[in-house]
C-alpha cells in the first residue's frame, strides 16, 4: 500500500453499514443470537430452526461467493444477525474505527431501512444504536458521518415510500440523516420510474436523493435514477454503452460512486480492465472511489484506491484529484466541504 494513498485525506459516499462487518464482528453477533426471528411476513424465516454460531473461518467462508447470489446469502446471514440498539452501536463504532485508520475523514453511509421494515424490526431500536455508534466514533476518531436511508427497490413503490417517512422523522431528530436511495439486486424488478412519486416527496421533504443505477441493468437504468432527480450515480458501471448519458454524465458533473472490487466480486463486471473507470476519468466524468460492502468485498477504501492505481496507471495526482471529487460530491454543507477540499489540496 504506497504511503501517499494511506494519508490521502479522502470521504466514502457509497458504503453500506451491514457489509461492513468484519468476520470477527459477525462471529460475535452469531454467539449474541441464535434464535430465529419472530414471524415477519417471510415464509423462509417462520420455518427456519434457528441460527448457527459461526466461527471467524466459518464467516470468512461465507463471504467467499463468486456472484450476486453468494453475495445475498452473505448480507442475508448478517442482517438477519442485526437485533438490537447494541448490534447497530457496534458494528457502526467498528466501521468508523477503520475509517479512521484509512485516513476516510467522511463517510455518507447506507443503512438498509427497508430491509428492517421487512424483518419486521422496529427501526426506533435500531437508529438509537446506529446514532450512538457514530457519536462514539465521531468522538473518539474524528471521522464525520451522514447517514442515507436505503429502500430495496424490488419491494416496490410503498416500502420505498415507508424509508421516507422513516428518513423524515429520523431527521427530525439528528441533522445526520441526510438523504434517501434505491438499492436492491434487480434493477429491473424495480426500475426507477416506479419510484417517480417516492423520489418527488423526498426531494420536497428536504431530502438529498442518490440511486444504485447501472450496476446489472444498462443504461436505461442510469437515465431513470437521473430523470428521478438522483444528485449521484450508484456505480453506473453501464452508462459507457450509450454516447447522450456519457454526455450528459460530463455536463452536468453527476458524481458517479465507481466500487470496483464489488463490480468485480458480483460479477458486474468481468475482469478489471474492462472496467470503464478510467475512461469515465479521462472523458470528465466526476468519478468518485467507494468500497459499497468493504467486509463482504474483503477491501478497503485505500486498497480501491491501490487497485485504481494498479489497474489503470492513475498518477497520485490523478488520485487526489479523485479524493477532491469525493468531498466535492458529499452531501456536506459548502463551507465544511471546503475546509476537506483545502486539506486534500494542502496534502503532500
Ligand atoms: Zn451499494
Known amino acids: 500500500m504506497s504511503d501517499f494513498i494511506h494519508r490521502l485525506p479522502k470521504a466514502e459516499l457509497h458504503l453500506h453499514l451491514e457489509g461492513s462487518v468484519e468476520p470477527a464482528t459477525l462471529a460475535e453477533l452469531s454467539r449474541r443470537h441464535t434464535t430465529p426471528l419472530p414471524f415477519s411476513g417471510n415464509k423462509y424465516e417462520q420455518a427456519s430452526e434457528g441460527l448457527p454460531v459461526l466461527s471467524e473461518d466459518e464467516v470468512r467462508a461465507l463471504y467467499q461467493y463468486k456472484d450476486f447470489l453468494g453475495f445475498l446469502m452473505a448480507f442475508k446471514a448478517v442482517t438477519e444477525r442485526l437485533r438490537t440498539a447494541d448490534d447497530y452501536e457496534l458494528i457502526t463504532y467498528r466501521m468508523m474505527e477503520r475509517l479512521r ?66 428518513a423524515v422523522r429520523c431527521r427530525e431528530q439528528s441533522a445526520s440523516v441526510i438523504g434517501f436511495g434505491i438499492g436492491g439486486d434487480d434493477e429491473r424488478r424495480g426500475p426507477p420510474e416506479l419510484f417517480r412519486e417516492v423520489y418527488r416527496s423526498g426531494r420536497e421533504r428536504g431530502l438529498r436523493l442518490t440511486a444504485h443505477a447501472g450496476e446489472a441493468a444498462g443504461p436505461e437504468s442510469v437515465w431513470g435514477a437521473i430523470n428521478l432527480g438522483a444528485e449521484r450515480i450508484g456505480h453506473g458501471l453501464n452508462a459507457w454503452q450509450d454516447r447522450e448519458l456519457m454526455a450528459a454524465l460530463v455536463e452536468r458533473q453527476i458524481p458517479v460512486e465507481i466500487c470496483l472490487s464489488s463490480n468485480l466480486r458480483t460479477g458486474c463486471c468481468a475482469a478489471a480492465n474492462k472496467h470503464p473507470l478510467k475512461t469515465y476519468f479521462d472523458v470528465g466524468v466526476m468519478v468518485t472511489l467507494n468500497t459499497d460492502d468493504p467486509a463482504m468485498f474483503e477491501t478497503s477504501l485505500e486498497q480501491e484506491y491501490g487497485l485504481a492505481q494498479k489497474e489503470f496507471g492513475f498518477s497520485d495526482e490523478q488520485l487526489r484529484e479523485i479524493a477532491r471529487n469525493s468531498f466535492e460530491a458529499s452531501f456536506l454543507p459548502a463551507e465544511k466541504k471546503l475546509q476537506f477540499l483545502d486539506m486534500v489540496d494542502a496534502f503532500s
Do not use: C, M, T
Open 101 to 166: 485508520a484509512q485516513n476516510v475523514l467522511h463517510a455518507e453511509v447506507y443503512v438498509s431501512v427497508g430491509v428492517v421494515h421487512w424483518r419486521g424490526q422496529e427501526f426506533s431500536e435500531v437508529f438509537r444504536g446506529i446514532e450512538a455508534g457514530r457519536g462514539h466514533g465521531e468522538k473518539d476518531f474524528g471521522v464525520s458521518l451522514l447517514w442515507i436511508f436505503d429502500a430495496v427497490r424490488h419491494f416496490g413503490p410503498d416500502a420505498a415510500q415507508r424509508v421516507v417517512e422513516e
